[in-house]
């Protein structure tokens, strides 16, 4: 048995717990490579599948229950801070959000095998309240599922993935080097694809003291709040003047935006992604004078402008998550 083997058999186990593990925390490192191999040397009963299975399924769970107590001590913080760190689109957040209100816990499950999302379901979890012990029974089966369908699928192709694994040991150290510099262009290639998101967003942005001065003017212009509806539970306060609507529904409210007065949207996700994106699609359908308010609310808030609460009517409750009265943390 050459190097390579004698190496993912002495290390195995330890390999991919740290690999499930960093790969749930949100680091932009692939468990499925690394849950195949493992299936191949189970298949060939050279690394134990029970205890691969449980080594694995552990660490998600365990990468997965920091995220949750983090959603729910600091809440929508952290939610911007993971969408920071993602080489995915800031709209992975939201993308999640609509899927956690739309499908509750049961989103969990299935969420890990969709790119984006199964690192942000766990904190919102925790940003809902969700009792502790059922998030850990939908998280531990969305993790089996995760880890057990890649390690299944290496034992059934146990031969094709054996090839491959000797022809890398073969190549000795350049193996190990092929290896990294696949990881390294998976990275960048994630990161060209955020920066060309980011770039078609580029458009002039208004600062919250240009608004606020237009406000004191007299000035109408016409106010979009366009947070999601897990952020407005979280934080149910407008700018003044703002209306909350949602991103998703911008093809039906866009024909009610005055096109003789400026509009301004805003957001709470870094790069007022969201904003930008609602402003893109408005300006594509006409509404030229239309502008991303610079920081979002997070901006105003910082310069102690006033905001006023949302009519509680107005505040999106409906979730499949727990029983009513349970709100988001934050």
Request: overall charge positive; hydrophobic content about 50%.
């Amino acid at each position: 048995m050459n190097d390579m083997f004698n190496f993912l058999i002495r290390y195995g186990m330890l390999l991919l717990f740290l690999v499930v593990f960093l790969e749930q925390i949100g680091l932009p490192l692939p468990s499925p490579p690394f849950l195949l191999a493992a299936g191949s040397l189970i298949a060939k009963s050279e690394m134990n599948g029970l205890i691969a299975l449980i080594v694995t399924t552990v660490a998600a769970i365990m990468a997965d229950s920091i995220w949750y107590y983090l959603g729910r001590a600091r809440g929508g913080s952290i939610l911007k801070l993971l969408c920071r760190i993602s080489l995915e689109p800031d709209s992975c957040v939201r993308r999640t959000e609509d899927v956690f209100l739309r499908h509750g816990m049961s989103g969990i499950v299935t969420a890990k095998f969709v790119p984006g999302l199964g690192e942000v379901m766990p904190p919102l979890a925790g940003m809902f309240k969700v009792d502790f012990r059922r998030f850990l029974a939908f998280d531990a089966l969305g993790s089996l599922l995760y880890v057990g369908s890649f390690l299944a699928v290496g034992v059934f192709f146990s031969n094709r993935l054996q090839q491959i694994l000797w022809a890398l040991s073969r190549l000795g150290r350049g193996g190990i080097v092929l290896l990294v510099a696949l990881l390294a262009a998976y990275v960048a290639f994630k990161y060209i694809q955020r920066q060309r998101a980011l770039h078609k967003l580029r458009m002039a942005r208004i600062t919250p003291e240009e608004l606020r001065k237009k406000q004191e003017s007299g000035e109408d212009v016409f106010i979009v709040d366009v947070r999601s509806e897990v952020a407005v539970q979280s934080d149910p306060a407008l700018i003044p003047g703002a209306r909350h609507l949602l991103i998703k529904d911008v093809e039906t409210w866009q024909r009610d935006i005055p096109r003789d007065r400026e509009v301004v949207l805003y957001c709470s996700c870094p790069n007022e992604a969201g904003a930008a994106h609602t402003a893109l699609i408005l300006y594509r359908r006409g509404i030229t004078r239309v502008r991303p308010l610079l920081g979002g609310i997070d901006a105003w808030r910082e310069l102690d402008y006033p905001v006023s609460a949302l009519p509680v009517a107005h505040i999106p409750t409906e979730t499949k998550l727990e029983p009513q009265g349970q709100t988001a943390h934050g």
